[in-house]
């Protein structure tokens, strides 16, 4: 049951991750393909955040009235529409359009991901899952840059999400889990607000690199296939340290080195305008924001004494909040500075998610025997 569990949210995290990792690159394609300026379309981004925050609300109500399999296989279907949207769009509707139903069916998946992958070993499992989602991630930028370099636009390789996402809806069904039931208990409010903000903090300093770092690539005068090409770097740091776990040293929170990776990584980004200096610092960077989510997410949802369908409602909308937010605040930064400037708005995000992390010990790791 569990391995068969594990497999289906690692193929809806996988479609999602590749989804995601191909963001940016859209993003930046799309501002080429429609001849405007890259940040007038972070409204690609809000419009992946607005499905997410929809589905923040109606979420506690829906896994009360449906199936968890249920839920996880609408939220397949309504990505896959979502995916092909984007990727054969000819105009700004429609690819809006597409962000949208990828938010609202992405967040279908997320919001299910932590329900199903409960218990002592959630944070482990959902590194892992995660993990898989990276590694996909990585053939995102690849497969956009070489799909644009031959001609066609490189949004057409968003297709390649959409037969895993079918594969999904046929396999989901009502026997994956048992729908989350209310507790009696509740846990202090301050816990609960503050578990909230940490998946913000975290998601937040996630997607100023999954939105921009094609952009910023494409800005030290590396052409645009190329770009989204190197933009994989992140990807494969979000891979590799997803791959290893949070690490932990001498009895430190694993927020500490995953932070410190991040800030090094950061600095590279926004401070070199070498292409090679920026490809490592997304690596690195990469490396070092590889746990926050799985980290922070866990945590929330194992808060006792509330519904865990009620914590992983506020874990999407968290979610949905930093996507909203972040990325569009870059854009604007970068409009009103520049984008290599813009880049060090994820170091104030750490600095906070380090300082209200310090007060909890960190979420239990350990496999399953």
Same mark, same amino acid.
């Given at each position: /049951?569990?391995?068969?569990?594990?497999?289906? !949210?690692?193929?809806?995290?996988?479609?999602?991750?590749?989804?995601?990792?191909?963001?940016?690159?859209?993003?930046?394609?799309?501002?080429?393909?429609?001849?405007?300026?890259?940040?007038?379309?972070?409204?690609? @981004? @809000?419009?992946?955040?607005?499905?997410?925050?929809i589905v923040a609300v109606a979420g506690p109500l829906?896994?009360?009235?449906?199936?968890?399999?249920?839920?996880?296989?609408?939220?397949?279907?309504?990505?896959?529409?979502?995916? $092909?949207?984007?990727?054969?769009?000819?105009?700004?509707?429609?690819?809006?359009?597409?962000?949208?139903?990828?938010?609202?069916?992405? $967040?279908?998946?997320?919001?299910?991901?932590?329900?199903?992958?409960?218990?002592?070993?959630?944070?482990?499992?959902?590194?892992?899952?995660?993990?898989?989602?990276?590694?996909?991630? !990585?053939?995102?930028?690849?497969?956009?840059?070489?799909?644009?370099?031959?001609?066609?636009?490189?949004?057409?390789?968003?297709?390649?999400?959409?037969?895993?996402?079918?594969l999904l809806a046929a396999l989901a069904g009502p026997?994956?889990?048992?729908?989350?039931?209310? @507790?009696?208990?509740?846990?202090?409010?301050?816990?609960?607000?503050?578990?909230?903000?940490?998946?913000?903090?975290?998601?937040?300093?996630?997607?100023?690199?999954?939105?921009?770092?094609?952009a910023r690539l494409a800005a030290t005068g590396v052409? /645009?296939?190329?770009?989204?090409?190197?933009?994989?770097?992140?990807?494969?740091? /979000?891979?590799?340290?997803?791959?290893?776990?949070?690490?932990?040293?001498?009895?430190?929170?694993? /927020?500490?080195?995953?932070?410190?990776?991040?800030?090094?990584?950061?600095?590279?980004?926004?401070?070199?305008?070498?292409? #090679?200096?920026?490809?490592?610092?997304?690596?690195?960077?990469?490396?070092?924001?590889?746990?926050?989510?799985?980290?922070?997410?866990?945590?929330?949802?194992? !808060?006792?004494?509330?519904?865990? $369908?009620?914590?992983?409602?506020?874990?999407?909308? #968290?979610?949905?909040?930093?996507?909203?937010?972040?990325?569009?605040? +870059?854009?604007?930064?970068?409009?009103? +500075?520049?984008?290599?400037?813009?880049?060090?708005?994820?170091?104030?995000?750490?600095?906070?998610?380090? #300082? !209200?992390?310090?007060?909890?010990?960190?979420?239990?790791?350990?496999?399953?025997?």
């Amino acid at each position: /049951m569990t391995n068969r569990v594990d497999f289906r !949210i690692g193929l809806a995290l996988s479609a999602l991750g590749f989804l995601l990792a191909g963001l940016g690159a859209s993003v930046a394609l799309l501002a080429r393909d429609l001849d405007k300026r890259t940040d007038e379309l972070a409204v690609l @981004s @809000s419009a992946f955040a607005i499905g997410l925050l929809i589905v923040a609300v109606a979420g506690p109500l829906l896994l009360r009235t449906l199936h968890i399999g249920t839920v996880l296989r609408a939220g397949s279907l309504v990505c896959a529409v979502g995916a $092909a949207s984007l990727a054969l769009a000819h105009g700004f509707v429609l690819a809006v359009t597409g962000g949208l139903l990828i938010g609202i069916g992405g $967040a279908l998946l997320v919001l299910v991901a932590p329900l199903l992958l409960h218990g002592p070993t959630a944070a482990a499992r959902l590194t892992r899952v995660n993990a898989v989602a990276s590694a996909t991630g !990585i053939f995102a930028p690849l497969a956009i840059g070489g799909v644009d370099s031959l001609g066609a636009t490189g949004r057409l390789a968003l297709l390649a999400a959409v037969p895993p996402l079918l594969l999904l809806a046929a396999l989901a069904g009502p026997g994956d889990g048992p729908s989350p039931h209310d @507790s009696s208990q509740r846990a202090p409010g301050s816990h609960v607000f503050k578990g909230w903000v940490r998946v913000v903090l975290a998601v937040a300093v996630e997607f100023c690199f999954v939105v921009w770092a094609v952009a910023r690539l494409a800005a030290t005068g590396v052409p /645009m296939a190329g770009a989204a090409l190197l933009g994989s770097a992140f990807p494969i740091g /979000m891979a590799v340290g997803r791959a290893i776990g949070p690490l932990h040293w001498r009895g430190w929170s694993p /927020m500490i080195p995953a932070g410190l990776l991040a800030t090094a990584g950061t600095l590279l980004v926004s401070l070199f305008d070498a292409p #090679a200096a920026v490809t490592a610092g997304l690596v690195l960077a990469g490396l070092g924001v590889a746990p926050l989510y799985p980290l922070t997410i866990a945590a929330l949802v194992a !808060i006792p004494g509330i519904n865990p $369908a009620r914590l992983a409602a506020l874990g999407a909308l #968290a979610s949905g909040t930093a996507i909203l937010l972040a990325p569009s605040f +870059l854009a604007a930064l970068a409009g009103w +500075l520049d984008l290599r400037t813009a880049f060090l708005i994820p170091l104030p995000l750490l600095a906070l998610l380090w #300082a !209200i992390s310090r007060d909890r010990k960190p979420v239990p790791v350990k496999e399953p025997a």
